[in-house]
């Protein structure tokens, strides 16, 4: 059985600060990884994917792999408010693209 | 981006019943679509892969004749939720594949989700 761990939080920052959000995954052969923020009541929404090992930046957003301790985290510089949400880790899981989803890490920015 | 829409938005009914949830993508063609349960604070459970003119994919546990899926073009698919029951009470969220390469790049594109509630 393919798993997706997460911590569920919820993670509490100030405002400004960085918010570090943590994944692991039990595939080893898994390629594809995923950040999805899900506002409460709503549907996910891509932040951005890696492949690679190593750090991708995207603004204010830096997803980090480590495929050999088969782990993913993203990075959320300069926490706002609007920042605070559900935090979804997802891996790629073979043929058709198909996400195995965490179960989610709950950020709360407050002011 | 691209959008997915989903229709209902809400949906209550009586056990017994059956419910048909429509996915669509509006901008761009889909030749593989997924849904997905989501049930309160926990995470997006994939039920089935439907690919546009063939059988859909169903993960394991879930029952497919409970759960008919049909994706009949390349813009819609639809999950019909059979003789529904109170533990079918979940949001249900479909998602529609934009093929860029062909490879891990593509890109799932989420509806706004159906929440069913039944009675």
């Known amino acids: 059985q393919k798993e997706v761990e997460q911590n569920s939080g919820p993670l509490s920052v100030p405002e400004g600060a960085i918010a570090s959000l943590n994944c692991t995954y039990s595939?080893?052969?898994?390629?594809?990884f995923f950040w999805y923020r899900q506002y409460s009541g709503k549907s996910p929404e891509l932040i951005m994917f890696?492949?690679?090992?190593g750090d991708k930046e995207d603004g204010r957003f830096t997803a980090q792999l480590n495929k050999a301790s088969q782990y993913v985290s993203l990075l959320i510089r300069d926490s706002q408010p609007s920042d605070s949400a559900t935090y979804l880790c997802a891996v790629g899981a073979g043929g058709y693209n198909k996400l195995i989803f965490g179960a989610g890490t709950r950020l709360a920015v407050h002011p | 981006g691209a959008v997915v829409s989903q229709h209902p938005s809400r949906v209550i009914c009586k056990s017994g019943t059956s419910v048909k949830i429509e996915c669509r993508s509006l901008?761009?063609?889909?030749?593989?679509m997924f849904w997905y349960r989501q049930f309160p604070k926990k995470s997006l459970m994939l039920m089935a892969t439907s690919n546009e003119g063939s059988k859909a994919t169903y993960e394991q546990g879930v029952e497919k004749d409970k759960f008919l899926i049909n994706h009949a073009s390349l813009t819609l698919s639809t999950l019909t939720v059979t003789s529904a029951h109170p533990e079918d009470s979940s949001f249900y969220i479909c998602?529609?594949?934009?093929?860029?390469?062909?490879?891990?790049?593509?890109?799932?594109?989420f509806g706004p989700g159906t929440r069913l509630t039944v009675t």
């Open positions: 998602s529609a594949l934009a093929v860029l390469a062909g490879g891990p790049e593509d890109e799932q594109y």
């Open positions: 901008d761009f063609q889909a030749t593989t």
């Open positions: 890696i492949y690679s090992n």
């Open positions: 595939d080893r052969g898994s390629q594809s």
